[in-house]
């Protein structure tokens, strides 16, 4: 399971930009971002909609490629 999967199945509240998954920092996301293979690309940042701690992990944004690849390219 992919840490999209991983973030879904948990309910986390989650946002995107393009190929980059947006996770806001909880406990449970916590956990699943220190167990993600590719941790040390994650960053974090405040939201300027709800002035929270989230996570940026670049190219984890399922959905993205999902679509890509049924288009063929």
């Not at 940042?45 to 063929?72: E, H, M, T, V």
Request: proline share 3%; glycine share 2%; net charge negative.
């Amino acid at each position: 399971m992919d840490i999209y999967d991983k973030m879904i199945k948990h309910k986390q509240e989650i946002d995107h930009h393009e190929s980059d998954l947006y996770v806001k920092v909880t406990d449970i996301s916590k956990e699943i971002v220190e167990e993600y293979k590719y941790k040390t690309i994650v960053t974090t940042f405040i939201s300027q909609i709800d002035n929270c701690l989230w996570y940026d992990i670049p190219f984890a944004y399922k959905p993205f490629w999902d679509k890509k690849f049924k288009r063929g390219g």
